[in-house]
């Protein structure tokens, strides 16, 4: 009788057991992930210092909700479409478009340049701090992602609350909350791509434009929480 097939299971069979696959993958996701944020950063500064586009924003409200409406959609299909984030160049148009119309960009022209350059410069901090965090650390996040979940739809709640009551407070204690998430999510989505022997997740090395999507988004929703904390307490 011909034998059993064989049956193997472990880090040493992952494809990120090769190291030079490994770094490959991490170098395209960082090099990714460093081209969309000066694209949003140079959208950003268009929509604070660039005074014609400055107002033409504010009188054509349609602009942001259409902006909103297609970040979502291309959200939806990067996360949803496996066939277009992994086929090239469709995955990097898609991303390109995603990028620039990016909800960092639209919601930095309800603020004044001052707390929107400070919020820059706190997320650098805090995302490189985190990144470099998840790298060393040997604590797996990657296995906390049903706590993430619950969090999540948790401050979800907590949102609708600070909606209808309205109070100054809240919002502080909402803006606190949502950077404490999402640097959580930052080291989560970080040690999904890294991968190691102390990750009991991994993101797959096909998938390096999801990659840079996700730490993209993190980073983000990071920004526009710390705007706000920094908004509302001066």
């Given amino acids: 009788d011909p034998a059993p097939p064989v049956y193997s299971t472990g880090f040493q069979d992952s494809v990120f057991a090769d190291s030079a696959i490994r770094r490959a993958f991490i170098r395209k996701v960082y090099l990714t992930l460093m081209i969309q944020l000066l694209v949003t950063v140079g ?3 268009a929509f604070l210092y660039w005074d014609s586009l400055k107002e033409w924003t504010w009188t054509n409200n349609w602009f942001s909700y259409a902006m909103m409406a297609t970040v979502t959609v291309l959200i939806v299909v990067l996360s949803c479409c496996d066939n277009i984030r992994r086929r090239v160049p469709l995955n990097f148009i898609t991303l390109g478009l ?15 340049a001052e707390p929107v350059l400070w919020a820059v410069g706190a997320t650098a901090f805090v995302s490189f701090s985190l990144s470099v965090f998840a790298m060393q650390s040997k604590y797996d996040f990657t296995m906390a992602s ?6 999540g739809w948790t401050l979800f709640s907590f949102g609708l609350l600070c909606a ?9 204690a909402y803006a606190c909350l949502g950077t404490l998430l999402f640097s959580l999510y930052l080291v989560f989505d970080t040690q999904l791509i890294v991968g190691g022997k102390h990750r009991k997740y991994e993101v797959s090395p096909e998938e390096y434009v999801f990659a840079a ?3 993209y988004l993190d980073i983000v929703v990071l920004f526009l ?5 920094i908004n509302l307490c001066r």
Avoid at 146 to 151: D, K, R, T, Y
Avoid at 225 to 229: P, S, V, Y
């Fill in 213 to 215: 999507l996700s730490l």
């Fill in 164 to 172: 209808i009551f309205r109070s100054q407070f809240a919002y502080i």
């Fill in 146 to 151: 049903g706590s993430l979940w619950v969090f």
């Fill in 98 to 112: 995603f990028v620039s119309g990016t909800q960092a960009a639209i919601k930095s022209k309800f603020f004044s």
């Fill in 43 to 45: 959208i950003i500064c």
């Fill in 225 to 229: 929480f710390l705007l706000k904390l």
